[in-house]
């Protein structure tokens, strides 16, 4: 068996996405249509309900703008605010941006990624979590794509406290990225 459907199988195998993060992607793969990744808007977040606390919806326009466009409350959590709404390029560094922008982008364009990132409670417990994107196929009218991210991450004691886990956002422990898919076919407008 070959093409983007296979090949977005076999990089999230070859990312070793475990535990909620292969949950997530199995229903990402069941939802492809036409050998392409499902749209924003036929993806069904709520078949996926009991993730949807650490799931981020994000819109990027190329060399311009990242944004979230939704936050689950594990984020918010996480991060001692809601995240729904922001910028997510001034999160980092102004030397950062730029490539935090193409890494954006480049997802949309047909790539998975997997990042591990630090926690700390604030009483001393630490981890270590597994975040994942996955691209949605369509472009919107004002030439914004979307992506959806999920992290295994999930508050333990005193972490459910807003504000009582550290967390290092510019600075990812382990990160890859494979492209699964020629850009083009990402593109092409459809009914987000």
Same mark, same amino acid.
């Given at each position: 068996m070959t093409g983007p459907h296979h090949a977005a199988a076999a990089a999230i195998t070859a990312l070793r996405y475990n535990g909620a993060n292969m949950d997530v992607?199995?229903?990402?793969?069941?939802?492809w249509r036409r050998d392409r990744p499902p749209t924003r808007n036929s993806f069904d977040i709520d078949a996926l309900w009991q993730y949807k606390p650490?799931?981020?919806?994000c819109r990027v326009v190329k060399d311009k703008s990242l944004t979230c466009v939704h936050g689950g409350a594990f984020l918010r959590v996480a991060l001692g605010y809601d995240i729904s709404g922001r910028n997510l390029l001034a999160l980092f560094p102004e030397d950062k941006r730029a490539g935090e922008l193409e890494r954006a982008w480049a997802?949309?364009?047909?790539?998975i990624t997997v990042?591990?990132? #630090?926690?700390?409670? #604030?009483?001393g417990q630490e981890g270590l979590a597994q975040g994942i994107a996955l691209p949605f196929t369509g472009e919107d009218a004002e030439g914004g794509r979307h992506f959806?991210?999920?992290?295994?991450?999930?508050?333990v004691g005193s972490?459910?406290?807003?504000g009582n886990v550290d967390v290092d956002i510019q600075n990812a422990t382990d990160r890859d990225m494979i492209?699964?898919?020629e850009p083009a076919r990402m593109s092409q407008t459809v009914n987000l």
């Open positions: 992607a199995l229903h990402w793969l069941s939802a650490a799931m981020m919806l997802i949309c364009e047909g790539a990042r591990y990132r #630090k926690f700390a409670s #604030k009483d959806l991210m999920h992290t295994n991450w999930r508050p972490d459910w406290i807003m492209s699964f898919m």
